[in-house]
């Protein structure tokens, strides 16, 4: 490995470490009503501004919401984020998402995404899985604003839909691949 290689892994390494820092104690320490909070204002300014989000949440038979999620990175990136998933409106569980990645990457940006489970199976996956790794398991199918327009309950027929929303921040790329769920108790 040459040495410029290396100094980039290690600075990378060290936005990494920052990450962890300063997300972790902010989110790893809430408490469950707060997360709770932080997901009705997050569905809230979704469904005001994505009507197809608003109407598959009539039909989901659970919401996955994540309202923020940060993701920074030089080399090599992190993401970590907290969030709950409901069912019939109510909170059954609360769930965290994580990810890392290496490649051609620098930057910072927090954003939120809520996940519609369509199916019953795919929604058993999640519940029954003991960390789901997006890419592995029920389709997934991320959802842009031209998607978006033309989506409505009787066009969606995969088992995931995902909304991103709220993005802060520069960093290229936003996706889910590589993206590991795990579900915990805020209040431990």
């Known amino acids: 490995m040459s040495r410029r290689l290396f100094n ?7 936005v990494v470490a920052l990450l962890f820092a300063v997300a ?8 469950a009503a707060e997360i709770d909070r932080e997901v009705d204002q997050a569905l809230a300014k979704l469904y005001a501004s994505t009507p ?12 996955l919401v994540f309202p923020r999620v940060v993701k920074a990175g030089f080399v090599v990136g992190a993401k970590y984020g907290t969030g709950a998933l409901r069912v019939n409106g109510h909170t059954v569980g609360y769930y965290r998402t994580m990810g890392a990645s290496y490649g051609l990457q620098a930057g910072a940006q927090a954003f939120g995404y809520a996940m519609f489970f369509m199916t019953d199976k795919a929604l058993d996956y999640l519940r029954k899985s003991k960390g789901w790794e ?8 991320v959802v842009d ?15 995931i839909y995902v909304f991103f929303f709220d993005q802060k921040g ?3 790329g936003l996706g889910i691949q590589g993206t590991k769920i795990t579900e915990f108790n805020p209040d431990k």
């Open 8 to 14: 980039r892994v290690v600075a990378g390494l060290g």
């Open 24 to 31: 972790a104690p902010a989110n790893a320490g809430s408490k």
């Open 52 to 63: 197809a989000a608003a109407e598959l949440a009539k039909v989901a038979k659970g919401v």
């Open 134 to 141: 997006v890419g592995v398991g029920p389709s997934v199918v």
């Open 145 to 159: 604003k031209g998607l978006a327009k033309s989506l409505s309950t009787t066009t969606a027929k995969d088992d």
């Open 170 to 172: 520069l960093m290229a």
